[in-house]
């Protein structure tokens, strides 16, 4: 991974910055649905709707895929059904991204904060295939962060605070001094049982239910977010959602 090469980060309350991705960099969620129903359909017959994985969006592909079968009474092979999937969304994601976009800000923020001196962490729930072609999509590579955890660096799933945990202490931060950029319900609740603060952005749920789950601030995209530098770290009354880059 590559080094820092400011020491700016002295002047923010914030010593790491950890990454959600899907979301967050990446808007893939419409893309892994259709790649998940197009798996349900041929290998199982099974006609499931976009709705059905809302509920299991940012807990990772076992619960996302598995969920949706157990909702539906039908029994899969995990393993082949994530690999069948991933074929499909490698597939598409090939066709110039259909149905794929980069989050407005997202690779710009990610360099900022680099730049500045802060740590950064990618920890996705997702399987590291899929962050991989997410990366890959992104023009980003793994080195451009200092951490990168994926869904098979943890035993346990957001909302459980593993991930985060496991990256704060990787990055040699407390968690009391990280961000965590979230847009998933089950991720913010993750991220603030890990004891750090949470950027919401409402991208995949509603601003009332990030801070429901504990956001401290939100923004619609990494473009319209506040820098960490530009936040404190105990809330302030008054404190804006949002600031930009």
Known sequence: MKSNSSSHAGRSAFRAVLFDMDGVLVDSERLIAEAARRMFAERYGLEVQYEDFTPFVGAGENRYIGGVAERYGLSIDIVSAKAWTYEIYGQLARQHGAGMRAMPGAVDYVRACRAYGLKTALASAADRVKVLINLDYLGLTPDEFDTMLTGGDVTHKKPHPEIYLSAAE??????????????AVNGTIAGVRAGARVLGITSSFPEGALRKAGASWTAPDLARAPLPWKLTAVPVVGEPSGGGL
């Open 170 to 183: 990787r990055l040699g931060a407390a968690p009391s001094a990280c961000i965590v950029v979230e847009d």
